[in-house]
Protein backbone atom coordinates (compact mmCIF):
# COMPACT_ATOMS: atom_id res chain seq x y z
CA UNK A 1 0.00 0.00 0.00
CA UNK A 2 1.30 3.47 -0.32
CA UNK A 3 -0.04 6.18 1.15
CA UNK A 4 -0.31 10.04 -0.50
CA UNK A 5 -0.86 13.26 1.23
CA UNK A 6 -1.65 16.84 0.43
CA UNK A 7 -2.98 19.81 2.09
CA UNK A 8 -5.48 22.94 1.72
CA UNK A 9 -7.30 25.42 3.47
CA UNK A 10 -10.44 27.25 3.38
CA UNK A 11 -12.01 29.92 5.30
CA UNK A 12 -14.97 29.54 6.87
CA UNK A 13 -17.85 31.08 9.64
CA UNK A 14 -19.67 28.99 12.06
CA UNK A 15 -21.51 28.28 15.45
CA UNK A 16 -21.89 25.45 17.63
CA UNK A 17 -25.32 24.49 19.18
CA UNK A 18 -25.70 23.34 22.14
CA UNK A 19 -22.24 24.20 23.46
CA UNK A 20 -22.01 26.11 26.52
CA UNK A 21 -19.04 28.61 25.41
CA UNK A 22 -17.92 31.19 23.54
CA UNK A 23 -18.11 28.51 20.35
CA UNK A 24 -21.59 29.04 20.64
CA UNK A 25 -21.49 32.16 18.65
CA UNK A 26 -20.81 33.07 15.62
CA UNK A 27 -17.15 32.69 14.57
CA UNK A 28 -14.68 32.00 11.84
CA UNK A 29 -11.30 29.53 11.42
CA UNK A 30 -8.88 29.76 8.24
CA UNK A 31 -8.94 25.73 8.87
CA UNK A 32 -6.73 23.75 7.50
CA UNK A 33 -6.94 20.46 6.15
CA UNK A 34 -4.93 17.07 5.56
CA UNK A 35 -5.74 14.54 3.41
CA UNK A 36 -4.37 11.20 3.00
CA UNK A 37 -5.44 8.37 0.67
CA UNK A 38 -4.29 5.04 0.40
CA UNK A 39 -3.81 3.25 -2.81
CA UNK A 40 -2.64 -0.86 -3.87
CA UNK A 41 -1.18 -0.02 -7.47
CA UNK A 42 0.96 1.96 -8.89
CA UNK A 43 0.53 3.10 -12.82
CA UNK A 44 2.64 2.74 -15.67
CA UNK A 45 4.72 5.67 -14.68
CA UNK A 46 4.64 4.09 -10.40
CA UNK A 47 2.55 6.74 -9.15
CA UNK A 48 0.02 5.70 -6.90
CA UNK A 49 -2.32 9.26 -7.93
CA UNK A 50 -1.06 12.31 -8.87
CA UNK A 51 -0.80 14.71 -6.31
CA UNK A 52 -2.73 17.29 -9.10
CA UNK A 53 -5.32 14.67 -9.29
CA UNK A 54 -5.77 14.67 -5.80
CA UNK A 55 -5.69 17.97 -5.11
CA UNK A 56 -8.31 18.94 -7.83
CA UNK A 57 -10.58 16.67 -6.03
CA UNK A 58 -10.12 17.43 -3.34
CA UNK A 59 -10.72 21.58 -4.12
CA UNK A 60 -14.05 20.49 -5.77
CA UNK A 61 -14.93 19.48 -2.36
CA UNK A 62 -13.12 22.30 -0.03
CA UNK A 63 -14.59 24.82 -2.52
CA UNK A 64 -18.40 24.04 -1.25
CA UNK A 65 -17.00 24.88 2.30
CA UNK A 66 -14.89 28.00 1.66
CA UNK A 67 -15.89 31.28 2.79
CA UNK A 68 -19.48 29.89 3.60
CA UNK A 69 -21.49 29.88 6.79
CA UNK A 70 -21.20 25.85 7.51
CA UNK A 71 -24.23 25.68 9.61
CA UNK A 72 -26.12 26.01 6.35
CA UNK A 73 -24.70 23.20 4.45
CA UNK A 74 -27.46 20.61 4.30
CA UNK A 75 -24.98 18.08 5.82
CA UNK A 76 -24.78 19.69 9.17
CA UNK A 77 -28.80 20.35 9.48
CA UNK A 78 -28.51 17.31 12.19
CA UNK A 79 -25.00 17.74 13.49
CA UNK A 80 -22.94 20.64 13.97
CA UNK A 81 -20.05 21.90 11.92
CA UNK A 82 -17.23 21.15 14.37
CA UNK A 83 -14.07 19.98 13.24
CA UNK A 84 -14.75 16.28 14.01
CA UNK A 85 -17.64 16.56 11.73
CA UNK A 86 -16.04 18.56 8.38
CA UNK A 87 -13.00 15.74 8.87
CA UNK A 88 -15.77 13.50 8.32
CA UNK A 89 -17.65 15.52 5.59
CA UNK A 90 -14.40 15.42 3.65
CA UNK A 91 -13.28 12.19 4.17
CA UNK A 92 -17.22 10.73 2.47
CA UNK A 93 -17.17 12.88 -0.25
CA UNK A 94 -13.62 12.46 -1.44
CA UNK A 95 -14.77 8.15 -0.73
CA UNK A 96 -17.57 8.80 -3.18
CA UNK A 97 -15.40 10.61 -5.81
CA UNK A 98 -12.22 8.24 -5.45
CA UNK A 99 -14.96 5.70 -6.40
CA UNK A 100 -16.40 6.82 -8.82
CA UNK A 101 -13.15 6.91 -10.95
CA UNK A 102 -12.54 3.21 -10.43
CA UNK A 103 -8.91 3.79 -8.84
CA UNK A 104 -7.21 1.27 -6.60
CA UNK A 105 -7.09 4.04 -3.78
CA UNK A 106 -9.49 5.28 -1.18
CA UNK A 107 -9.18 7.67 1.58
CA UNK A 108 -7.22 6.73 4.53
CA UNK A 109 -7.90 9.80 6.71
CA UNK A 110 -8.72 13.43 6.61
CA UNK A 111 -7.91 15.58 9.44
CA UNK A 112 -9.25 19.65 9.92
CA UNK A 113 -7.13 22.06 12.10
CA UNK A 114 -9.16 24.76 13.46
CA UNK A 115 -5.88 26.50 14.67
CA UNK A 116 -1.99 25.77 14.11
CA UNK A 117 -2.31 23.56 17.83
CA UNK A 118 -5.60 22.00 16.95
CA UNK A 119 -7.08 19.51 14.87
CA UNK A 120 -9.56 16.41 14.21
CA UNK A 121 -9.26 13.32 12.37
CA UNK A 122 -11.60 11.07 10.88
CA UNK A 123 -10.95 7.68 9.42
CA UNK A 124 -12.99 4.29 9.22
CA UNK A 125 -11.58 1.00 10.48
Not at 106 to 124: D, H, I, M, N, R
Amino acid sequence: MFEITITTDFAAAHRLKNYNGACENLHGHNFIVEVSVVCKELDDAYIAIDFKVLKSIVAEIVDKLDHRYLNDINYFDKTNPTSEMIAKYIYEELKEKLKNRNRSCKPSKVSVFESLKAKATYFED
